[in-house]
């Protein structure tokens, strides 16, 4: 069973940095790509930032663009999202997704499945 | 950016009614577009991939059709548990965008 696990999130001040991990199980981590989606509360889902399965490719939401990194360790089965210079506005829950389509590690031409539970930033002004 | 516009934003319905709900792409997107269910508090659900391919245990009542910009899902005869929100979301390119979502109520 495909099994995604963030942590990471919490309260945090404006203007500092917080690093989301997403532990993930059950599957061949390295061929497929990952994505990290956000939901502000109240809001619809933004999809901020996707890695290709080797990590060799990167792709960000223009929101973030500057101030998030995307990575991976393939030998951990772990995703990261190192999160800097936070704003009031990247209050969300954060959700890791895993790219769906079998044989295909690159996020576009793909879709999301599954998701995990997500973990909440919020971050304070 | 390719934005995604979803109508109606919210929509009232009854058990058993056929509901469809639109998605339209600012550019074609070819058959690149896929369906998620949300409920309260849990994770998205992927319904439909590819503008038309079920997802494996999701059930038959949903459909989805459409190319290039125009897309629709419908969920035929509704269910209790099908009032959700739902939202398309398109993987042309990235960034990868979602539509505003719909909101499915207890008419």
């Known amino acids: 069973e495909v099994q995604l696990l963030e942590s990471g999130g919490g309260l945090i001040q404006a203007g500092n940095s917080l690093r989301l991990s997403c532990a993930a199980s059950?599957?061949?981590?390295?061929?497929?790509?990952m994505s990290w989606v956000r939901q502000a509360p109240g809001k619809g889902l933004e999809c901020v930032s996707s890695i290709s399965g080797t990590g060799g490719s990167t792709y960000y939401a223009d929101s973030v663009k500057g101030r998030f990194t995307i990575s991976r360790d393939n030998s951990k089965n772990t995703l990261y999202l190192q999160m800097s210079s936070l704003r009031a506005e990247d209050t969300a829950v954060y959700y890791c997704?895993?790219?769906?389509?079998?044989?295909?590690?690159?996020?576009?031409?793909?879709?999301?499945?599954?998701w995990g539970q997500g973990t909440l930033v919020t971050v304070s002004s | 950016d390719i934005q995604m516009t979803q109508s109606p934003s919210s929509l009232s319905a009854s058990v058993g009614d056929r509901v469809t709900i639109t998605c339209r792409a600012s550019?074609?997107?070819?058959?690149?577009l896929n369906w998620y269910q949300q409920k309260p508090k849990k994770a998205p659900k992927l319904l439909i991939y590819?503008?038309?391919s079920l997802q494996t245990g999701v059930p038959s009542r949903f459909s989805g059709s459409g190319s290039g910009t125009d897309f629709t899902l419908t969920i035929s005869n509704l269910q209790p548990e099908d009032f959700a929100t739902y939202y398309c979301q398109q993987s042309y390119s990235t960034p990868l965008t979602f539509g505003g979502g719909t909101t499915v109520e207890v008419k």
């Open positions: 550019q074609s997107i070819s058959s690149y």
């Open positions: 590819a503008a038309s």
């Open positions: 059950g599957f061949t981590f390295s061929s497929h790509a």
């Open positions: 997704a895993k790219g769906g389509r079998d044989g295909y590690n690159q996020p576009s031409s793909n879709w999301f499945d599954p």
